[in-house]
T-cell receptor, first 114, second 117 residues
Framework: AAGVIQSPRHLIKEKRETATLKCYPI?????VYWYQQGPGQDPQFLIS???????DKGSIPDRFSAQQFSDYHSELNMSSLELGDSALYFCASSYQTSGGAAQYFGPGTRLTVL | AQKITQTQPGMFVQEKEAVTLDCTYD???????LFWYKQPSSGEMIFLIY??????QNATEGRYSLNFQKARKSANLVISASQLGDSAMYFC??????????????FGGGTRLMVKP
């Protein structure tokens, strides 16, 4: 079965640079979520989109922005990168039924900021 | 206050034995969902099982079952017949509300399970 695709899988950036992470949801899934997992921590919710509209917003820094496109893929744009942004970034997708839609996670993008 | 609490940072289990991973939650919503995810050392997050707050029966998926005790606000994961490949970090997570599109998951701190041969 098709899974969530994230690219790139690994990314190394310098402080103050920008980064763009891409997410391709499972076919027919209409909702995309972004999570950040620091070393040894649990995932923290950043932002979500349903039908290309922002749905929920968590602890996403103002330096980050995201959007969902007409083909349902999503991009997370990160600017003025800081050392503390080094983390595993997950994208997840779901298909919104009447309730209980499980979020299926991609393999993650490991971002290292030097 | 923590919304999801996993009190066991690490656990050992003998291969082929059953193991229970604890999870308690805190919410004032009547409608919510509880999830368990497995994160192997490779890093991916694998969905295991889901329990809705209105589900009367405990959820089961193969060797995984969820012991849901609503009054005690607990949602423990039971893994039967442990295998070496079950060694991983396990996260309990909650979605509050009616499951509207885009509702976030809140995760617990995780339990690292190690299966001994």
């Amino acid at each position: 079965a098709a899974g969530v695709i994230q690219s790139p899988r690994h990314l190394i950036k310098e402080k103050r640079e920008t980064a763009t992470l891409k997410c391709y949801p499972i076919p027919r899934h209409d909702t995309v979520y972004w999570y950040q997992q620091g070393p040894g921590q649990d995932p923290q919710f950043l932002i979500s989109f349903y039908e290309k509209m922002q749905s929920d917003k968590g602890s996403i820094p103002d330096r980050f922005s995201a959007q969902q496109f007409s083909d349902y893929h999503s991009e997370l744009n990160m600017s003025s990168l800081e050392l503390g942004d080094s983390a595993l970034y997950f994208c997840a997708s779901s298909y919104q039924t009447s309730g209980g839609a499980a979020q299926y996670f991609g393999p993650g993008t490991r971002l290292t900021v030097l | 206050a923590q919304k999801i609490t996993q009190t066991q940072p690490g656990m050992f289990v003998q291969e082929k034995e059953a193991v229970t991973l604890d999870c308690t939650y805190d919410t004032s919503d009547q409608s919510y969902g509880l999830f368990w995810y497995k994160q192997p050392s490779s890093g991916e997050m694998i969905f295991l099982i889901y329990q809705g707050s209105y589900d009367e029966q405990n959820a089961t998926e193969g060797r995984y079952s969820l012991n849901f005790q609503k009054a005690r606000k607990s949602a423990n994961l039971v893994i039967s017949a442990s295998q070496l490949g079950d060694s991983a970090m396990y996260f309990c997570a909650m979605r509050e509300g009616r499951g509207n599109a885009g509702n976030m998951l809140t995760f617990g701190g995780g339990t690292r399970l190690m299966v001994k041969p």
